[in-house]
């Protein structure tokens, strides 16, 4: 099929102008628009032809099918009551019609019960990976290469035979999904939904934490919260180094001011800081390596960090930070006191 750019179908765009689009591929579409002025300008021109088809081919009538079926049924019946008792009937079509829809009434519901039934029982069987105190890896059959984190569980289809590609998320994954415009890839993760096409990002819920998090790497995706009936409350469009945030006390979706650099430590052991206030690095750092940094004065924490760490022991991160700023750091134990240094 083909497919305008940044893989948007352009069967969607003429559901979207026909009213016909879910919540989602609503924003979905709205976001293609107004990614850039090229997108714009397609959809405003197949807006035009779409406008001028409207106008140019009239309505279908409307048909009375009820009406019509009662003039078929009192045609039967006025044969029925007037044909011949005795001898042999000559088939005729108002014969084979009666017989035909009686066939009809008595298969079609079969028929109809059956398909139900064999699409209950034919749905393709769910396998899991379960992680305790250990990191797994996983390549689904679509090609997309998944990263499960330690006490997680990923449930995934052995093979995806519908128009979409589902899996289910409790406690953290790193999802790196191989492009398919026909086929978006969907995440159930607890009330939160991750929608996309082509792309790699973190999602983390695990059930101990009030808060969902989303955190995209590379391409776009769509995060939706999702109520107890299945039911789409809210959505956020989110583009790479971005991350959203779902309190599970408040129900509420967001969108993070900016990510705070540790969204892949687990993966990476990387932390990465852009002008990071010191006191976001260290209450960062604390989570990380499980110790408690004390400041003496709470001046130190307004000071801002540009730097990496990879792969490196606390000491050496907070000695890094310490002659960066000059401060003065003492360790007892678990836990780290930050002072100014006299000058």
């Known amino acids: 099929m083909r497919t305008f750019p940044e893989n948007m179908d352009p069967d969607l765009l003429v559901a979207f102008l026909s009213k016909e689009t879910s919540p989602e591929e609503t924003i979905l579409v709205k976001e293609w628009i107004a990614s850039s002025e ?129 899996v289910s998320l409790t406690g953290e994954a790193f999802f790196k999904v191989s492009s398919n415009p026909e086929k978006p890839f969907i995440i159930h993760s607890g009330v939160v939904d991750v929608k996309v096409v082509g792309t790699s990002f973190n999602v983390s819920n695990y059930n101990e934490i009030s808060t969902i998090e989303v955190f995209v790497k590379e391409g776009k995706v769509i995060v939706f919260a999702v109520n107890q009936n299945g039911e789409k409350t809210d959505s956020i469009f989110l583009e790479a180094g971005s991350k959203g945030i779902f309190d599970k006390k408040t129900s509420l979706l967001r969108k993070a001011v900016q990510a705070d650099g540790s969204e892949l430590f687990w993966i990476n052991q990387t932390l990465i800081f852009n002008k990071t206030p010191l006191e976001t690095v260290f209450d960062l750092v604390a989570e990380i390596y499980n110790v408690e940094i004390i400041m003496k004065n709470s001046e130190i924490g307004n000071l801002r960090l540009t730097t990496s760490f990879v792969g490196q022991p606390i000491d050496s991160v907070m000695n890094v930070i310490a002659e960066s700023f000059k401060l003065k750091i003492s360790r007892n134990g678990s836990t780290f006191e930050i002072d100014a240094t006299e000058n």
């Open 38 to 166: 090229e997108n714009n300008a397609r959809f405003e021109a197949l807006e035009k032809v779409w406008n001028a088809s409207e106008t140019t081919f009239p309505q279908a009538a409307e048909v009375d099918t009820e009406k019509a079926w009662q003039q078929l049924a009192g045609k039967i019946e006025k044969y029925e009551t007037g044909k011949p008792q005795i001898g042999k009937v000559k088939a005729s079509p108002t014969l084979f019609l009666k017989y035909a829809l009686r066939a009809a009434a008595v298969f079609i519901p079969l028929l109809v019960a059956g398909y139900l039934i064999f699409s209950h029982y034919s749905k393709p069987e769910l396998l899991s990976i379960v992680t305790t105190d250990s990191i797994s890896e996983k390549t689904l059959t679509d090609g997309s290469m998944i990263t499960l984190n330690q006490n997680s569980e990923l449930k995934y289809p052995e093979k995806f035979e519908n128009e979409s590609r589902e």
